[in-house]
């Protein structure tokens, strides 16, 4: 955690948890930390933590199973890769065809997102 970081403390965490899932440092299965044993630990607020939980499980990195906690999913596959490329590939052919410049085209994506 950087304190005085540019990024807030939940996406701080949220990244961090997320390249160690993809790294293959969390395994699949894996239990958490309970969010509050983990704001302990980092010394950050209870809400911060699950807003990073929140936004993993929105991810489909994480799952949480009520009482019994929050557990790693397998990280993103390589074929939810290729259809994001394939589909990034296609946004980019349809905004050329229309004229619109990567300004444009990336708001249009942002919009979307």
Do not use: C
């Not at 950050?44 to 949480?64: G, I, M, P, Q």
Request: proline share 4%; hydrophobic share 40%.
């Amino acid at each position: 955690m950087d304190p005085v970081g540019v990024q807030p403390p939940y996406e701080q965490v949220k990244d961090q948890i997320a390249d160690q899932t993809r790294r293959g440092e969390l395994a699949r299965g894996t239990r958490l930390p309970t969010v509050r044993q983990l704001s302990l630990d980092l010394g950050l607020a209870v809400n911060t933590v699950a807003r990073a939980y929140k936004e993993l499980e929105a991810d489909r990195l994480v799952e949480t199973r009520g009482r019994n906690g929050t557990f790693v999913l397998a990280a993103r596959s390589q074929v939810d890769d290729e259809e994001t490329r394939a589909a990034a590939k296609a946004l980019a052919r349809a905004a050329h065809r229309a004229n619109l410049s990567l300004a444009e085209a990336t708001r249009i994506l942002h919009d979307s997102w």
